[in-house]
C-alpha cells in the first residue's frame, strides 16, 4: 500500500506535523511492501523538499508557484489534484488543522472517495485493510473507520505519531510538477497576514500544558500559570468559557472549537471538564486537574487529582517544582 502525505510548508521549512505523519506512512507502509511519497506545496518550498527526504520520504513531487504564497483553497487544490493523481497512493494523509481540514474534504469530493478527520491513529487489519481511528462522543469513545473507496483520506490530529530522526545523507527522488493556476478563480483573497506573537512555546508544540478556566475566579490569576508553566518547560492554554469571558486571548483556546493538543502532560486548573474541552486533549498522555469542586467531571478522566483551591495550590505546586528540578 503506497501512502501520500501532503506537507504545506511554513517558512521555508518543513512543519513538524508533516514529519509526523511521513513517520506512521512509512511504518505502515513497510507492513505492505508500499511506498510513502511527499507532496509539498508552496512557494520557495526546495528547503522543505529537503526535509520531507531527511525524514522519510521515498519520493517527493513538488509545485512550486507563487499563487501558493498564501493558503488559498481555490488555488491549493488543483496543485493537490494533480500530485494525487500522478502519485496514485492507497492513502492520503494531511494534517488536521484548519487548511487539512477543508482541504481533505474537497480532495474527497473531486475524488469521489471518502475522507475521516481528526484522526488519533492509522494502523491496518489482519488482512491489509486500512483502518482509521479517531474520539466520537466530545472524546468519551474511540471508533475504528474503514474507507471503502480508493484512495482513503485521512486528517490527523498532530502528536499522534513520533517523527523519525532527521537524515541528511538519505536520498529520493524528488519531482515538480507544473500546473497553470488561475489565481482570478479564486474567491476570497489575503489581504494582510498577521504572525502570532508566541513567546516561549508553541501551545500546539508544547509537552507540557497548564490550562486554566472560569474557576480561577479572575483574569489575573493566569499570572500563576504562566510561572508554572515556565518552571516546566510548558505552555498556557484556556478553556472556552475563560476565551468567551474575555479573560485571554481566543489563539490560548484548547478544545473542539479551539486547538487540539495531546501533551505528555496537561494540568487542568479551574476547568469543570465539559465534553467539547476534552475533545481537544483527550489525547494527552498524563492528566492532572485542580479543581474545589469534587464533583466536577474532569476528575473522571484525570489520573491526578486535587479538589482546592488552585489560588493556594498553584503557587506551591510551582515553588515545589523549582526545588525539585534545581536539585
Not at 261 to 284: E, K, N
Request: hydrophobic fraction near 45%; aromatic fraction near 4%.
Amino acid at each position: 500500500m503506497n501512502f501520500l502525505v501532503i506537507a504545506l510548508p511554513t517558512g521555508s521549512g518543513l512543519p513538524v506535523v508533516a514529519a509526523e505523519l511521513i513517520a506512521g506512512a512509512r511504518e505502515l507502509a513497510s507492513k505492505t511492501g508500499g511506498a510513502t511519497s511527499v507532496a509539498v506545496l508552496g512557494n520557495g518550498v526546495l528547503e522543505a523538499c529537503k526535509g520531507a527526504v531527511a525524514h522519510g520520504a521515498d519520493r517527493v513531487f513538488f509545485v512550486d508557484d507563487p499563487a501558493l504564497v498564501n493558503y488559498d483553497a481555490d488555488c491549493y487544490l488543483p496543485a493537490m489534484e494533480l500530485v494525487v493523481r500522478k502519485a496514485n497512493p492507497a492513502a492520503l494523509l494531511l494534517s488536521a488543522d484548519t487548511f487539512g481540514l477543508e482541504l481533505g474534504s474537497r480532495l474527497a469530493h473531486r475524488l469521489g472517495t471518502g475522507v475521516v478527520n481528526n484522526c488519533s491513529g492509522i494502523s491496518m487489519s489482519d488482512d491489509g485493510k486500512l483502518l482509521l481511528t479517531r474520539p466520537v462522543y466530545g472524546g468519551k469513545a474511540v471508533a475504528t473507520m474503514e474507507v471503502l473507496a480508493s484512495p482513503a483520506i485521512a486528517t490527523v490530529t498532530p502528536r499522534c505519531m513520533e517523527p523519525l530522526p532527521r537524515d541528511e545523507s538519505r536520498q529520493a527522488e524528488i519531482s515538480q510538477l507544473t500546473l497553470r493556476i488561475d489565481s482570478t478563480a479564486r474567491k476570497a483573497r489575503v489581504v494582510e497576514v498577521r504572525q502570532e506573537e508566541v513567546s516561549g512555546v508553541r501551545l500546539e508544540d508544547a509537552k507540557v500544558i497548564v490550562s486554566g478556566g472560569r474557576g480561577l475566579g479572575d483574569p489575573s490569576n493566569f499570572k500563576m500559570l504562566e510561572e508554572l508553566a515556565s518552571v516546566v518547560g510548558g505552555a498556557v492554554g484556556a478553556s472556552r468559557a475563560a476565551v468567551d469571558a474575555g479573560w485571554v486571548p481566543m489563539n490560548m483556546q484548547v478544545g473542539q472549537t479551539g486547538k487540539q493538543v495531546a501533551p505528555d502532560l496537561y494540568i487542568a486548573v479551574g476547568i469543570s471538564g465539559a465534553s467539547q474541552h476534552l475533545a481537544g486533549m483527550s489525547r494527552s498522555k498524563h492528566i492532572v486537574v485542580i479543581n474545589k469542586d469534587p464533583e466536577a467531571p474532569f476528575y473522571g478522566v484525570a489520573e491526578v487529582g486535587a479538589a482546592a483551591d488552585c489560588k493556594r495550590l498553584v503557587p506551591l505546586l510551582t515553588e515545589k517544582l523549582k526545588r525539585l528540578l534545581q536539585e
